[in-house]
């Protein structure tokens, strides 16, 4: 166990999808847990079940210093009472990212990067490891469906499953056995400057795996250890054309013209078969069997808020994703259209920080222009002021659709309460996730 001389850990931002499983995470070792977070939540109560403590107040007097280390997110702005407390006592302070690094060097990595599809596919790894090998140790960004959690433990794993996050150059810390990166598309540039420079990041992220590194056949990296590429009929490991059928995809994935493996896949969308893709190449170029591989992967039930089907009926569906740059958008509605080809499409977008909007407010009218009908919410700022100009209302502006519209979150309830749309998909990844049980229950009654 890393940190063998750590008793108590505080986590500032316990509350995050990442934080929290690094919580569970010494939670399992038998080390008191503390933590802060600005909003009770789900995750937060589940942790406070579990045995943490945590506070929901930003107050000097509630920050502890009778600690041994504390664990912060970049999420927390430098303006939070708990830092003056924390450096006046000298308490060690790593990021969430050091930490997972930490683990990564103890035990054999499998880590999942890219600007899109990275939990889900991440997932897909640690739920093919569980299967196959009977334990794992995984930290995802999202709630595994198959176990209602962001994290498995097991002290008798093989291996760990993690996410690499670009954000904040976070994946720089890992050493990882085995990778992949599903691309390297434009994001984040309030942090990278440029698209370029991203790429480089990437790139240095690649030149620490260790063993082998699996990508999309676009990704253009290189690397000294096994570079193995996949593709939708192109690669290594070729994805056939998917065929549908009642609301399942049939994957068929061929190396070298040699059929490895035919399975049902339960996720809609050619970028989810091309994520099954990429975790089935990883997993069997780490030594795992293709048909246990194969197998694993027509039981996985997906993640939460990843095209999660909160609500289904004869005659109205409703899908929510965590959707939030062009890129996803575009891949939740194909993925829309795809088994709903003949019902019309209602999209409720909530924008992600000023800066992602101002970088990509064409993309984003574009691929929100393919909806039926468009409700736009609000930018949420996370941890960023207002832009002068960037607005959900100029975004609004740019998008082609007849049937347009900005709405508060208590209107939105009224618009689905009154109009009950058949298809209806709410996208972002802000805290639009809080009208989901309020939108079903309008669906419900």
């Given at each position: 166990m890393i940190l063998n001389h750590i008793h108590t850990v505080y986590f500032l931002g316990i509350g995050g999808i990442g934080m929290s499983a690094l919580a569970r995470y010494f939670l399992t070792q038998g080390k008191v847990v503390k933590g802060y977070d600005r909003t009770c939540t789900p995750l937060t109560e589940a942790l406070e079940a579990e045995g943490a403590e945590v506070v929901y107040d930003d107050l000097a007097e509630l920050v502890p210093y009778t600690i041994d280390l504390c664990i912060y997110t970049p999420a927390i702005p430098a303006t939070h009472s708990a830092w003056d407390v924390l450096?006046?006592?000298?308490?060690?302070?790593?990021?969430?990212?050091?930490?997972?690094?930490?683990?990564?060097?103890?035990?054999?990595?499998?880590?999942?990067?890219?600007?899109?599809?990275?939990?889900?596919?991440?997932?897909?790894?640690?739920?093919?490891?569980?299967?196959?090998?009977?334990?794992?140790?995984?930290?995802?960004?999202?709630?595994?469906?198959n176990y209602q959690s962001n994290f498995l433990f097991d002290a008798q794993a093989k291996f760990a499953v993690v996410e690499?996050?670009?954000?904040?150059?976070?994946?720089?810390?890992?050493?990882?056995?085995?990778?992949?990166?599903?691309?390297?598309?434009?994001?984040?540039?309030?942090?990278?400057?440029?698209?370029?420079?991203?790429?480089?990041?990437?790139?240095?992220?690649?030149?620490?795996?260790?063993?082998?590194?699996?990508?999309?056949?676009?990704?253009?990296?290189?690397s000294e250890k096994r570079m193995i590429s996949y593709g939708l009929n192109i690669g290594d490991y070729q994805l056939q054309t998917p065929t549908i059928q009642n609301g399942r995809q049939?994957?068929?994935?061929?190396?070298?013209?040699?059929?490895?493996?035919?399975?049902?896949?339960i996720l809609p969308g050619i970028h989810n078969a091309l994520n099954a893709t990429a975790a089935f190449t990883l997993a069997v170029e780490s030594g795992l069997a293709a048909q246990e591989v194969a197998k694993a992967l027509s039981t996985f039930e997906g993640v939460?808020?990843?095209?999660?089907?909160?609500?289904?009926?004869?005659?109205?569906?409703?899908?929510?994703?965590?959707?939030?740059?062009?890129?996803?958008?575009?891949?939740?509605?194909?993925?829309?259209?795809?088994?709903?080809?003949?019902?019309?499409?209602?999209?409720?977008?909530q924008p992600h920080l000023f800066s992602r909007t101002k970088d990509f407010m064409d993309g984003f009218a574009e691929e929100l222009s393919k909806a039926d009908r468009l409700v736009l919410m609000d930018i949420y700022p996370a941890r960023e002021l207002p832009m002068?100009?960037?607005?959900?209302?100029?975004?609004?502006?740019?998008?082609?659709?007849?049937?347009?519209?900005?709405?508060?979150?208590?209107?939105?309830?009224?618009?689905?309460?009154?109009?009950?749309?058949?298809?209806?998909?709410t996208l972002g990844a802000g805290d639009i996730d809080r009208l989901v049980l309020p939108i079903l229950n309008r669906y419900q009654s």
């Amino acid at each position: 166990m890393i940190l063998n001389h750590i008793h108590t850990v505080y986590f500032l931002g316990i509350g995050g999808i990442g934080m929290s499983a690094l919580a569970r995470y010494f939670l399992t070792q038998g080390k008191v847990v503390k933590g802060y977070d600005r909003t009770c939540t789900p995750l937060t109560e589940a942790l406070e079940a579990e045995g943490a403590e945590v506070v929901y107040d930003d107050l000097a007097e509630l920050v502890p210093y009778t600690i041994d280390l504390c664990i912060y997110t970049p999420a927390i702005p430098a303006t939070h009472s708990a830092w003056d407390v924390l450096k006046e006592h000298h308490i060690p302070m790593k990021k969430r990212a050091e930490v997972l690094g930490m683990i990564s060097r103890e035990i054999p990595t499998l880590a999942v990067a890219g600007t899109h599809g990275k939990t889900t596919t991440s997932a897909m790894v640690a739920h093919i490891v569980q299967s196959v090998q009977g334990c794992v140790d995984a930290f995802v960004g999202g709630v595994m469906t198959n176990y209602q959690s962001n994290f498995l433990f097991d002290a008798q794993a093989k291996f760990a499953v993690v996410e690499a996050d670009e954000y904040d150059r976070s994946f720089l810390q890992l050493s990882p056995q085995g990778s992949i990166v599903t691309n390297t598309d434009a994001d984040h540039l309030d942090i990278y400057g440029t698209a370029d420079t991203l790429t480089q990041e990437f790139q240095s992220y690649a030149n620490l795996v260790n063993d082998v590194l699996v990508v999309h056949e676009s990704v253009k990296l290189t690397s000294e250890k096994r570079m193995i590429s996949y593709g939708l009929n192109i690669g290594d490991y070729q994805l056939q054309t998917p065929t549908i059928q009642n609301g399942r995809q049939f994957i068929t994935i061929k190396k070298e013209n040699e059929v490895l493996a035919q399975f049902e896949f339960i996720l809609p969308g050619i970028h989810n078969a091309l994520n099954a893709t990429a975790a089935f190449t990883l997993a069997v170029e780490s030594g795992l069997a293709a048909q246990e591989v194969a197998k694993a992967l027509s039981t996985f039930e997906g993640v939460k808020r990843r095209f999660e089907r909160v609500y289904e009926s004869e005659s109205m569906n409703y899908i929510d994703d965590y959707a939030h740059h062009p890129t996803e958008i575009n891949a939740a509605i194909s993925a829309a259209r795809q088994f709903y080809p003949k019902t019309e499409l209602t999209v409720v977008f909530q924008p992600h920080l000023f800066s992602r909007t101002k970088d990509f407010m064409d993309g984003f009218a574009e691929e929100l222009s393919k909806a039926d009908r468009l409700v736009l919410m609000d930018i949420y700022p996370a941890r960023e002021l207002p832009m002068e100009g960037i607005t959900s209302a100029a975004l609004l502006e740019k998008i082609t659709l007849d049937h347009k519209q900005l709405l508060t979150p208590n209107e939105v309830l009224d618009f689905v309460t009154n109009d009950k749309p058949a298809l209806l998909m709410t996208l972002g990844a802000g805290d639009i996730d809080r009208l989901v049980l309020p939108i079903l229950n309008r669906y419900q009654s």
